[in-house]
């Protein structure tokens, strides 16, 4: 079976496996160099560490994979614009962000060349993340484990955000058994 080619601003991974940064200490660098290494997408769950423990796990999965290495970071925590900026700093490929965003971490990843990716699940907020110059989507729904509050299924969601943008999309949620999808 032929997958389709994934492009998340200047990545291109092998396959179009984004790996989910789930924390607290889930998705931590084994994890997502393991992802990674395959040619996947491999996401270190940067939520609930500090800065010098998200610097650590971003080494150690460089140290393990030259694959591509995203760190997830919920809006929502209190030191979010400090972790975002310590994954800059350390190099990492694409930084993806739920429960709501900051306006100023699109100009953040144009002035460091990394690509973000919010977290979406409606059509009117992925309008608003492509204007402000996302490079991907995650799509999710009431299926996944994310933190959006929303009662839709991602097969609702996903065909309206399809419609609405045209970025590169990431399912998420819903989709093991393929029910669900759209």
Known sequence: ????????????????????????????????????????????????????????????????????IGVNVLFAVKNFARLVKASMQEGIDFIVTGAGFSRDMFSWGRETGVSIIPIVSSARLAKLAERLGAAALVVEGVEAGGHLGTDRPLGEILPEVREAVDLPLIAAGGIADGKDAA
Not at 5 to 26: C, E, F, H, S, T
Not at 36 to 64: P, S, Y
């Open 1 to 68: 079976m032929k997958l389709p080619q994934l492009r998340i601003g200047n990545l291109r991974p092998k396959y179009p496996i984004v790996q989910g940064g789930m924390a607290v200490r889930i998705s931590t660098a084994p994890l997502a160099a393991a992802v990674a290494e395959v040619g996947g997408v491999g996401t270190i769950a940067g939520t609930g560490m500090t800065e010098e423990e998200l610097r650590q796990e971003i080494r150690e999965a460089r140290r393990l994979t030259g694959g591509i």
